[in-house]
């Protein structure tokens, strides 16, 4: 396919048939479509006459014609074969998921174009089938033609299931991608495919029967056992239940009998309360007629004291009113007892107004007289002030110092404002250089935790250096794969590799002793597994190389491994003399590329290129060069790198940040000292200035103060109380007071003697009462014998009188009941002769009846746990058992049924269909052996009666000694399985209903041997002329092949100086070859 910008194209697929005789190499022969019209008896309906493709994927324009038989499209890789496969499966309605190449068909119009069309002619009777699809980029939708009139899919989909095409069949259609999934598919796949592939329509309609028949069979067996099984269960629920059932009706009777004694004791106790009744009223009448003999003995008694009661109740009458009377004249006694002590109060007022008016004199006198003493002291002090200077000049002189000493402050104030400014920025800048600092620190406390997470005791003991460093003499290093630096974090997978793991954990000592201290303490006492060792005493850190990187850099390299890293000298001293950092080279790709040529021309031991690391070593005995390689494995330690230079740095900056703030902190401090002094000075001024100004005001607040003393001593001199005129007015008010409290005695002593008269009339009465009183109560006490007997009487006759109405209620109430339960109205009508039947036959006192009530109870609650639901279910399930046994007989009618017509569909399935793999199996066979090879194919499935597990079984074998396999994807080698895949679909090939079989590149994974003799196979089955069409697609073709005559060449062509289909001439070509090789002939 052209890429965009490039010039275009132009494609061209060629067909010629080729005989026996001719050429190895291809020659053609162009046909346009109107060869149709003379060579249509020779194609199957069905068959593809022309596909012509238009911006379709690699293809500007192309017409392909193929031939009636075999048609072989040959081209190199990317020239367009399996885009011709595109176009038959997507010009016939096919899916584009079974392309395997994009999921929108928008995909395979040609990049940079908005549209594309594919256009297939299939041959048909009367009329040939062009079908047309123009496929749109934008909306990725297609429209689709039939003979020039526009359809839906479904149509054209409708028109190619007429023709038996199924593209979606991998026994017809096996595109590039779908080639390794014929392999994986199963034997119940593969059958299916063969089915509808190569068996007759109804073959695979009858199998899909088959499937559905023996499902719905299994369904009706699964619902005949349940029901089976629950008839079975129901009837011997039921046969459980029978006994249940007779002990309910059992206690049904008992229940019938004692509803009826409840019915029948409402009548006997009716009949039992009536006669109580009729005894209680004679009862009753005798009592009436007692009470009322003894009543009229008792009548003149009752008269006399009903005479007494007369004459007391005129007597209580006055006492009750002389009582009132009494009560009124107390009250108003007590009111004008109020009145004098209120006159008494008033007196007591006035005596206490004039008292204070007194004492108000008094003080008044005593204000005056100190008012004059504070006057004459403020005008002597006044006196005092009056005779010394004029302090105004020496205020002003102190003003003008403390203004001068106001600037002195504000440019010291301002001095400390800048250097309090430039604190606060190099604070900021010493602030980012720690922040920086942390940062560096956090990196080394992350290789830390790396460490304890890999190496938990060398963490221990390197917490344990950190805290005993001072029982040491001589440095002490932490483990080095803290202290090493790599300068960049790609590099250390050199020094990694280098160094060994437990050199990286390992601490570095200087003394001797020291490393035995440390190895005491953490290793024997602590049991900690740490590495220790020594640095040399003489430092290699800053030897030299053999020789200067410079005289290797020819090779790819660019540095020695001590260049790489930082460490301290004593732990670097270790590395160049233990493991010859300063000596190793690390290269590129350039060196491995030329690995050979540093080996054989430098004496290098240890060599490192971009990903790997070379041993190089002489063979003692030999003198031979030997190597060895491996590849370096990421870096797990020291890919955190710090920057030794900017950590330095950043210290030293911190220094001087520091120092700085210290000297602007010194100034500050000096600023601060003269601020104080100033403040002090100023302070002394304020308060020699303060004592003027109070001087001065002084003397203006004496003079106020004075005036303020003489307006006050006025004011108090003017405003005096005459006493004497207070005196006679209080004397005056006392007589008017006295007079009033003289008349109020007067009323009351009147009150007091009223009150006492009407006592005096009240105990006469009471006296008059009292004899009144004994009379009665002698008459009472005589008449008290004969009323305790009235008494009597009245209360027997009382209750006489509440027996017969309650008898009465409850006779009323027992004849409703007996009513209700007899069902009749006792008042007007008798007991039915029915229920008189069987109350005759039971007891007729209550005690009988209780009785056997009783009894007849204890029977029924000895049956428990019953009710009715239980004989109700027994009933429902006997009519369930009844129906299910209907419907049991159905379904096994049904079933017989289904079985029946599977059988007959199994006959018409199977029989056919065993014939049909038998064939397949002998042509399967036949091209194996042809092969030495063996192959065979079967119908295979467990049962027989699972006709959804039937499957077509490839079993095949390629060598003698080895036994028949079952063909699957892991099996078999990929070229096998591609063998395998193409003889069967060519035993198909003669057997198959469908017009075209289409097979893309099956022959890319098979060895020459193989791929000759499917050829030949492929050449022989699909050349006859009873077979349908064939495209076999290939990149490639075996030279010296036999071919036969009603083969077809595809050639396909593609490139940039591509003719264009109407400059292309076949006899040209073939004119050229026969010239050219007549010329190497006569050479």
Request: aromatic content about 6%.
């Amino acid at each position: 396919m052209a890429a965009p910008g490039k010039r275009k194209r132009n494609a061209q697929v060629d067909t010629a048939p080729l005989s026996q005789s001719s050429m190895p190499g291809f020659s053609s022969d162009y046909r346009d479509a109107s060869r149709f019209s003379g060579d249509d008896n020779m194609f199957v309906e069905g068959s593809i006459l022309r596909i012509t493709m238009t911006n379709f994927l690699t293809y500007d324009h192309c017409e392909v014609t193929p031939g009636a038989n075999l048609n072989m499209i040959v081209g190199a890789n990317g020239t367009g074969k399996s885009s011709i496969v595109c176009a038959i499966c997507l010009g016939l309605a096919g899916k584009v998921s079974l392309l395997g190449r994009g999921d929108k068909v928008g995909l395979y119009v040609k990049r940079g174009c908005s549209s594309g069309s594919v256009e297939i002619v299939l041959s048909r009777a009367p009329q040939n089938l062009v079908i047309r699809r123009e496929i749109s980029v934008e909306n990725n939708q297609s429209v689709w033609t039939i003979n020039k009139r526009q359809v839906n899919q479904r149509a054209v989909e409708e028109e190619v299931k007429t023709l038996q095409i199924q593209v979606g069949n991998l026994c017809q259609f096996l595109p590039q991608e779908k080639v390794g999934e014929f392999a994986k598919m199963s034997k119940i796949e593969l059958l299916e495919a063969t089915e509808k592939s190569v068996g007759p329509p109804e073959m695979y309609e009858f199998h899909c029967e088959l499937k559905n028949f023996r499902a719905k069979e299994r369904e009706l067996e699964n619902v005949c056992k349940e029901k089976a099984s629950f008839l079975e269960k129901a009837m011997q629920r039921n046969e459980r239940n029978k006994q249940d059932v007779e002990r309910f009706y059992e206690r049904e009777r008992h229940l019938d009998r004692i509803k009826m004694l409840e019915r029948k004791r409402p009548l006997v106790e009716y009949e039992a309360t009536r006669k109580q009744l009729e005894e209680v009223k004679q009862e009753r009448a005798d009592v009436k007629r007692s009470l009322t003999a003894l009543k009229e003995e008792h009548l003149p008694a009752l008269r006399h004291i009903q005479d007494l009661n007369g004459q007391l109740k005129p007597i209580e009458d006055k006492m009750k009113d002389k009582s009132v009377n009494i009560k009124e004249a107390a009250r108003r006694c007590k009111e004008k007892q109020d009145n004098l002590d209120h006159k008494r109060m008033e007196v007591e007022d006035i005596q206490q107004a004039l008292s204070l008016k007194q004492t108000e004199e008094s003080d008044r006198q005593k204000r005056i007289g100190h008012t004059r003493c504070m006057i004459t002291g403020l005008q002597a002090e006044l006196e005092n002030l009056a005779s010394r200077e004029d302090v105004q000049p020496e205020i002003s002189s102190i003003n003008s110092e403390l203004r001068s000493m106001q600037e002195d402050k504000a440019r010291v104030e301002g001095e400390g404002l800048d250097l309090q400014r430039n604190k606060g920025i190099l604070q900021g800048d010493q602030q980012r250089v720690k922040n920086k600092l942390k940062s560096l620190e956090d990196m080394m406390n992350m290789k830390e935790e790396k460490l304890k997470g890999r190496f938990r005791d060398t963490y221990n003991a390197l917490q344990w250096l950190r805290q005993n460093r001072t029982l040491f003499k001589g440095n002490v290093y932490e483990p080095m794969m803290l202290v090493i630096n790599v300068r960049d974090h790609r590099h250390a997978k050199y020094i990694e590799s280098h160094i060994p793991t437990n050199d990286l954990r390992a601490f570095v000592f200087q003394k001797q002793e020291d490393m035995a201290k440390f190895m005491t303490e953490v290793r024997d006492q602590q049991k900690w597994r740490v590495n220790a060792v020594i640095a040399p005493r003489e430092s290699w850190a800053r030897h030299p190389p053999a020789r200067p990187i410079e005289a290797l850099r020819g090779f790819g390299f660019f540095s020695y491994l001590r260049e790489l890293f930082d460490a301290p000298e004593e732990v670097m001293s270790y590395l160049c003399g233990q493991y010859k950092v300063h000596e190793v080279p690390v290269g590129t790709d350039q060196t491995k590329n030329m690995i050979e040529t540093v080996i054989r021309e430098t004496p290098l031991k240890i060599i490192y290129t971009a990903a790997e690391k070379y041993h190089v070593k002489k063979s003692s005995y030999s003198g031979k060069t030997i190597s060895s390689n491996s590849v370096l494995r990421p870096s797990q330690f020291l890919t955190m790198t710090v920057d030794v230079d900017e950590r330095k740095h950043l210290e030293e900056q911190l220094k001087g940040f520091e120092q700085r703030v210290m000297g602007i902190d010194s100034q500050l401090k000096a600023l601060q000292e003269q601020q104080s002094q100033l403040d002090r000075h100023e302070n002394e001024l304020l308060h020699k200035k303060k004592v003027l100004s109070e001087l001065k005001v002084k003397k203006r607040q004496l003079e106020q103060k004075i005036r303020t003393k003489q307006d006050s001593l006025k004011q108090m001199e003017e405003s005096g109380i005459n006493l004497q005129q207070a005196e006679q007015e209080a004397l005056s008010k006392t007589r008017a007071v006295n007079s009033q409290k003289v008349a109020l005695v007067t009323e009351f002593v009147h009150h007091m003697q009223v009150r006492t008269k009407l006592h005096m009339e009240k105990v006469y009465l009471a006296l008059e009462s009292v004899e009144l009183a004994a009379e009665k109560a002698r008459v009472e006490a005589e008449c008290r014998e004969s009323s305790a007997r009235l008494q009597v009487l009245e209360q027997a006759c009382a209750q006489l009188e509440q027996r017969k109405t309650s008898l009465w209620e409850t006779c009323q109430g027992l004849m409703k009941k007996a009513s209700k339960v007899c069902n009749v109205d006792l008042k007007e009508e008798a007991v039915p002769e029915d229920l008189q039947r069987a109350f005759s036959q039971l007891p007729n006192t209550l005690d009988e009846i209780d009785a056997l009530l009783n009894e007849e109870r204890s029977r029924a609650d000895c049956i428990t746990g019953l009710s009715a639901t239980v004989v109700e279910e027994y009933t429902r399930r006997t009519q369930e058992i009844e129906h299910l046994k209907k419907e049991l007989e159905m379904e096994k009618g049904t079933l017989d049924n289904y079985r029946h017509s599977i059988s007959q569909a199994k006959e018409l399935w199977l029989d056919p269909l065993k014939q049909l793999v038998e064939q397949i199996n002998e042509r399967f066979g036949h091209f194996f052996r042809s092969m030495q090879c063996a192959g065979e194919v079967d119908l295979h499935c467990e049962n027989e009666e699972e006709y959804d597990k039937y499957g077509i079984r490839i079993r095949v074998k390629f060598r003698s000694s080895m036994q028949l396999h079952e063909l699957t994807a892991h099996h078999q080698s990929g070229g096998e399985r591609s063998v395998a895949t193409m003889l069967y679909l060519m035993a198909l090939q003669e057997l198959n209903r469908c017009p075209f079989r289409v097979v893309d590149e099956i022959n890319q994974g098979m060895d020459p041997v193989n791929e000759r003799r499917v050829f030949d196979i492929v050449v022989q089955t699909a050349c006859r002329g009873t077979t349908s069409q064939y495209f076999f697609i290939t990149p490639k073709l075996l030279q010296n092949l036999h071919y036969a005559e009603h083969m077809t060449i595809l050639c396909v062509h593609n490139g940039p100086r591509m003719l264009p289909p109407s400059k292309w001439n076949e006899k040209d070509f073939i004119r050229r070859i026969r010239r050219g090789s007549s010329r190497s002939a006569d050479s």
